[in-house]
């Protein structure tokens, strides 16, 4: 993140100084106390990571601040791991990668330090790597820090990379460990900025969709079986659809048997393909005693339109596919919508 990345976002806070009137060195300790309390005060990890990238921007001798996400992505022959990026604030390609994520791979991935500083191949680098989350964070701090500045960065490091453990864990589904409903709300606002941005620039790009899949008759299989059984339903289903999907999408349980996925970059034939493809997935996998199908309806998604809106559409979308049978995928473009009104009132389950 460059400071012209920063200008008007909600989340950053103030720059801090970090000397003193007559040019000397703030008190590091006094300081990194002010901003840490900062960190552990953000609402969620989007905000203070926004929040941290702006105060370790703030030090004397730091030019640019970059934040990832990683993802370890096995090759099916055996080989060696492949590593994908997602660059912070949200983009949305399959794998982004730019001039620094050859030098994370090389400095990082090849050892157990959590805080590195070196210098690479004529640039002065210190990366920063949280491991106990899913996917990993990496910090990368392009500039000569100098060792006062650094023990305060270090000191920074412990809190930021302790809050997000604690915040990946409230921003996740116990059971399924995937994103929950809360995060859902601030990723659709983030996807939705990437296109306001993009329409502002004149820039021609893919399109994203928001999609509803709710698991058909999960109350017999409930009723059926009992709930335990119906927990392992709800985890099978979240790793069917885990190993279908990209690296650049989203996949959230929002609640009971309902699941959200934010599909990216892609245009309506890809979509139609993609949940089709999910569809299939669901339909072919062997749960554990019981046969599960599930019905998608999704929807464009639509910078302008607020959050709850095309939650709405995508889940008239859903109802549709219910009522022409389950096991189906229907977009909510192609509906006819004359009769709208008398449609949907909410609950999506047909038993």
């Not at 100084?17 to 840490?36: E, H, K, T």
């Not at 105060?55 to 994908?84: S, T």
């Not at 400095?107 to 491991?131: A, P, W």
């Not at 929002?254 to 979509?271: K, S, T």
Request: proline share 2%; charged share 20%; hydrophobic share 40%.
């Amino acid at each position: 993140m460059t400071a012209s990345e920063n200008v008007n976002h909600p989340y950053i806070v103030e720059n801090l100084p970090c000397l003193n009137a007559d040019g000397s060195y703030i008190d590091g300790v006094n300081l990194g106390f002010q901003m840490a309390a900062q960190l552990a005060g953000a609402l969620n990890h989007h905000a203070m990571t926004c929040a941290f990238l702006n105060m370790v921007e703030a030090f004397p001798g730091v030019q640019a601040v970059h934040c990832y996400e990683v993802f370890n992505k096995a090759c099916a022959n055996g080989g060696q791991p492949q590593w994908l990026f997602r660059r912070f604030p949200l983009t949305l390609d399959d794998n982004y990668e730019d001039e620094n994520t050859n030098a994370i791979v090389a400095l990082l991935f090849d050892n157990d330090e959590r805080v590195l500083k070196r210098h690479y191949q004529g640039r002065d680098l210190t990366v920063l790597r949280v491991d106990d989350v899913t996917p990993k964070r990496v910090v990368l701090i392009e500039g000569a820090l100098e060792s006062h500045y650094f023990s305060i960065i270090e000191g920074l490091y412990s809190v930021y990379a302790r809050q997000t453990s604690l915040l990946d864990t409230k921003e996740r589904d116990s059971l399924t460990h995937l994103l929950n409903r809360q995060s859902l709300e601030q990723t659709l606002s983030q996807v939705k900025a990437y296109y306001l941005a993009k329409s502002l620039n004149n820039e021609v790009c893919n399109s994203s969709w928001l999609a509803v899949l709710d698991i058909d008759k999960f109350k017999q299989i409930n009723d059926t079986y009992g709930h335990i059984f119906g927990d392992e339903v709800l985890i099978h289903f979240a790793n069917v659809l885990n190993e279908e999907m990209r690296f650049s999408d989203f996949l959230f349980r929002f609640g009971g048997e309902e699941f959200i996925i934010i599909l990216n970059q892609v245009d309506a034939a890809g979509a139609a393909t993609a949940f089709e493809r999910y569809r299939k997935a669901v339909e072919n996998y062997r749960f554990p005693a019981a046969n599960v199908t599930v019905s998608i309806g999704y929807t464009f998604i639509d910078h302008a339109k607020a959050n709850e809106q095309l939650l709405e559409e995508a889940d008239k979308a859903v109802y549709a596919a219910k009522t022409a049978g389950r096991n189906q995928v229907v977009n909510y473009q192609e509906m006819d919508h004359s009769g709208e009104a008398d449609s949907s009132d909410g609950d999506i389950e047909l038993f």
